[in-house]
């Protein structure tokens, strides 16, 4: 358990460093050239960008193998969220990687990941702040739903840039004889994207009702 609790500090610990160097560079970025800086925000940092999200991965065998008690099916739907609109949809579109909305995504991304972890490494230590437990479940409620609005925006924009160039569209050989057509495939994940949003968020307010009402009753018993 000692080993373990000392492993999920230490991915929580890295995962706080990369989503704080990412949230301070933005907003430095942005107090010193203005929206001149918002073009080339994926190239300064989408190389940690990437990575942070690779490394979420991680949290779904977290949750298989039994050491984060966090549900499933809702973490697994956000982290392939995140997956596919970085991977699929930004990193292979360059055209969009310039777009304000990808900017507004990161900023949303890693304000709410920087939150998150600085709960989840002081709940590691069995240490919980009550306005930090706030803010982590009730931050998430408001966010979240903004940020899936920011991903459908950007999968919109980048139909375009799908459509002409033809990118992940392919014509299966004999004796399939089927093309898929991949902004198809987009509009149709656009609708998925909307479902999962009303289930995340509905588990979201669960989670931040019974947190706060534990957190509640140690405030009172201590």
């Not at 918002?38 to 193998?65: K, N």
């Not at 899936?148 to 459509?163: D, G, N, R």
């Amino acid at each position: 358990s000692f080993t373990m609790n000392t492993y999920l500090f230490m991915y929580d610990l890295m995962q706080f460093c990369g989503h704080s160097w990412i949230f301070t560079n933005m907003i430095i970025r942005f107090m010193s050239f203005g929206k001149d800086s918002i073009a080339d925000t994926f190239y300064s940092i989408g190389l940690v960008m990437r990575l942070c999200q690779l490394l979420s991965i991680l949290e779904i065998l977290h949750i298989l193998i039994g050491i984060d008690k966090s549900r499933l099916i809702p973490r697994c739907l956000q982290i392939t969220e995140r997956v596919i609109v970085l991977f699929v949809v930004i990193n292979s579109q360059e055209e969009v990687q310039g777009k304000y909305v990808v900017c507004l995504l990161f900023f949303l991304w890693n304000l709410l990941d920087v939150v998150r972890y600085t709960y989840n490494m002081l709940a590691r230590m069995e240490i919980y702040y009550l306005p930090l437990t706030w803010l982590n479940f009730s931050l998430c409620i408001l966010l979240y739903p903004l940020s899936v609005l920011a991903k459908a925006f950007a999968i919109f924009v980048s139909l375009p840039y799908f459509e002409s160039f033809g990118t992940y569209s392919i014509k299966l050989p004999f004796p399939f004889a089927i093309s898929i057509y991949f902004p198809y495939v987009l509009k149709m994940y656009l609708l998925v994207l909307f479902i999962g949003m009303c289930c995340i968020t509905h588990t979201l307010i669960s989670e931040r009702n019974a947190h706060l009402r534990r957190g509640n009753i140690k405030k009172k018993r201590s």
